[in-house]
Nanobody
Framework: QVQLVESGGGLVQAGDSLRLSCATS????????MGWFRQAPGKEREFVGA???????IYTDAVKGRFTISRDNAKNTVYLQMNSLKPEDTAVYYC????????????????WGQGTQVTVSS
């Protein structure tokens, strides 16, 4: 079992930066794919990006070049650095862990956090 707790969300203006953290417990995350998803009001949950062993990452096109996922295995923590935020980035952001390698679908993730709200004003 893996427990995930997100933090760092908030209200920012367009163009600002924000860093989300995902603190994990229960088992080491070094061999897990750690993903970030988001869900805007009235929309389905969508893939943001994922990070696997070392520095292997994938991102959805909408955030490429603006968002960066990193992890600190010693602290069992994953980060989502979000730069140049846009109003369309407004959503609840979820951290998730998968036993599979670099999947984009939410059904491939086995463990989920409770989410943290990010609101970007124009």
């Amino acid at each position: 079992q893996v427990q995930l707790v997100e933090s760092g969300g908030g209200l920012v203006q367009a163009g600002d930066s924000l860093r989300l953290s995902c603190a994990t417990s229960g088992r080491t995350i070094s061999t897990l794919t750690m993903g970030w998803f988001r869900q805007a009001p009235g929309k389905e949950r969508e893939f943001v990006g994922a990070h696997w062993s070392g520095s292997t990452t994938i991102y959805t096109d909408a955030v490429k070049g603006r968002f960066t996922i990193s992890r600190d295995n010693a602290k069992n923590t994953v980060y989502l650095q979000m730069n140049s935020l846009k109003p369309e980035d407004t959503a609840v952001y979820y951290c998730a862990a998968s036993l599979y390698i670099l999947r984009r679908t939410s059904t491939s993730y086995h463990y989920w956090g409770q989410g943290t709200q990010v609101t970007v004003s124009s």
